[in-house]
């Protein structure tokens, strides 16, 4: 038997490989137009960046090795050009002399993989521009990369730029190794998520983390025209003009924008292609010419999970094509199952990857799911060196079938992904996931593993024990419900979802006594764990209605992408330096220093740390706090901010940052706030008529300025917000007491003098009529409307017995740290 190859690298040399295993005496040749058999171009953006310093190594075997080892005949640069079906020949041509030989076989493999993509741009044949498929575009990439940095070194240049099109895995491999030779690097990606195998919430984290170690991201951007720098530039630099406007100058332009299957010889030959574009195969990886095999980037298989024949173009896949077609080459009888997309990737110190379908994957096929979402640790939290992950698991509603399973995090992500693949593998339901038995100390995982978590959730959800409503429905889910946030106060302080009533766990059990009990509920808190809790505490105690945000606001912030737009705004990081200069005249540096390692815990755990660090702290002392926490860089300038600290320096460090802090005095109005002035607080103490409106007139007023206006109604001042009916529930006798002796609502307020039994309230109301004044309740209408928040005192509000209900609507609810947060943002506090 004569066994002819197309392709030497994954495929080809594994088809070549295993039939000279399984026989001896069939003859191979395989003919590679490349020169290099079997090379590890997985490795190549490694070596660029000089992680893989040895090049050889990348070269796993050469001609010479595989004549000796496996008696294989490898010719290397030489292509196939064509392919004569009924003669069983391929024409072969010397890529250097383009002298062209006739070779025959009894059996042909196609494992020729895939072509890089290169949109049809202008100026795309510049010389700065590559793309990085093999040893040949890896050495260019790299001397150009190598004459730009020394030339850096020596003083000859400024910063060395790359510009990388296309967000996908190879894309960001080279951002990240380009990086760490020092060159400032912006990737272009024409979609709105980096990462097109896994869902837009878990692409977030990564997103965020590229931005924080200083790559420029430019989402639903294209790359429309290359142009040289100037004529006159020795370097031959282009610059990348992108539809959006900005033009990047790029010493280098490394073109990742996907592959396509290379079928031009099957096309050619007349066999059967697939709707995807690539070669069709039977399950014994066979082309529509039954002597004629394929495997790798090529070819289109089954997909465990969804309709239909897919390309996937990925290394382990093409190793195991290869194998089966080489054993039926030799006469066995084996089948390919599928290929479920298993990948992974690095991006700096974060993991992410995803196995089987994705959302966007099911949803475009048709395939009912069902989601949920976690943010485990890697491994137990007490143990260093652990760190939040984010996982989506995606199951079938009716059989609880796994589906898809995406993972992004630090510490053990690679792990968890792999026993999802295995789950889709073998056909397991999330029941099956509870019942895993999987490694455990503290070192390495949980007792209850991420993977069992996952199944713990999932299984809840089928079972009806917990009911959740997800992120990207919001606010439409929450349309006529009550939102609360069973997280503490101060989480809810630092940031919550919008028009979310605080309602802590610890004291859920009390509040709920005050509810309606047929008003839907949505729950939510950081990850999703508290929520369940309350969520189970609310069904029990008879409400009806009640959903709990999946992944809680941890996905919630993914999702709507809180964190970007907050990111963008912060960074580069360095400029902390310029924020915290105002700030940094709040208090003198003492020299004390104290060290805080908060790594392994999860949100608000550092912060409650730190402000515990804080309290034993005096003025001018600074804390090091080392965690790991990614959205530590959203809570900390915050917390610092409202509580009159100095953020002094804060630096990506591993899965987190390493931050220092120092103590403030003790009323750091203003001076800590870049925004200090633009804002007026108010303290709304009194009920009394005139002293109302007087308070709504200037809040009005400084809205119509520019200004916000933030007002806190305490005790007395509270009874203006109250409504004229409000919905029937249960109350004390000393409730009820209350709130028949105190005016309820803003029309039945009265005047602080000339009362007069009703008349001087009657006379001044008719006033302000005849003089256009609003009515106080379209002042306080007209406030809300304009962007005012009230806020109501949740300590006066248990003192006399008020519930959130009994309140206008748009009222939040807040604690007095809420109102000091406001004031201390103000360039003005009144109290009235
Ligand atoms: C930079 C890079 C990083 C990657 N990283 C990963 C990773 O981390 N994980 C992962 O799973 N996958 C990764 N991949 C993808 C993986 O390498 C491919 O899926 C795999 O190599 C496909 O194997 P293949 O044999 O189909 O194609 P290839 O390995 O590309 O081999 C095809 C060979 O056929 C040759 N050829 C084509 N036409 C002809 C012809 N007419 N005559 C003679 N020879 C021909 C080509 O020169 C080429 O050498 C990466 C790919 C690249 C380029």
Redesign the pocket.
Known sequence: MRLIV?????????TAARTRRLDEHAEIVV????H??S?A?????YHVGEVIKDRARLILQTPESLRESLNIDVRLG????GIDRKAKTVT?QDVNSRAQTTESYDNLAL??????VRPPLLGIDHPAIHV???IG??DKIKSRLDAAVTAQKNGKREVVRAVVVGAG??GL??AENLHHRGVKVDVVELSDQILPPVDHEIAAPVEQHLRARGIGLHLSTAAAAFQPLSDSDSDQRVTVELNSGVTLAADLVIL?AG?RP?V??AKDAGLVLGPRGGIKVDTHMRTSDPSIYA?????ETRHPVLPGEHL????????RQ?RVAAENICGRDTEYQSTQGT???KVFDMTAGGTGATARQLTAEGVDYRVVHLHPSGHAGYYPGTAMMHIKLLFSPDTGRVLGAQACGFDGVDKRLDLFAMAIRAGLTVYDLEEQELAYAPPFGSAKDPVNMAGFVASNTLRGDLVLWYSEDFPAAIDGARLVDVRTAQEYGIWHLPGAQSSPLASLREDILEWDRSQPIRLYCAVGFRSYLAHRILVQNGFEDVATLSGGSTTFKHVHDTDNTEYEAQLPIENYAEKVSVASAVAVATGQRTDLDCTGLACPGPIMRLSGAMKEAGVGDEIHITVSDPGFALDAPAWASKNGHTLVEIEPKGPGYAATFRKGGVTPIAASSGRGGNKLSMVVFSDDLDKQIAAFIIANGALAMGQEVSMFFTFWGLNSLRKAHPPQREKTLMDRMFGAMMPRGADKLKLSQMHMAGAGTAMIQNVMKQHNVPRLPDLISAAQADGARLLGCTMTMDLLGMAHSDLVDGVELAGVATFLGEAQESGTTLFI
């Open positions: 197309i392709g030497g690298v994954a495929a080809g040399a594994s003919f590679e137009r490349g290099h058999v090379f171009n997985c490795g190549l953006p030489m292509e196939v050009v072969v494992c020729m993989g895939a072509e890089a990085l498929r093999r575009d890896m895995y190879i491999e080279m990742a592959v290379a031009g010889l495997a790798g980037d090529g070819v996937n173009p990925l290394a382990g896949p093409a190793n290869a990948s992974i990737v």
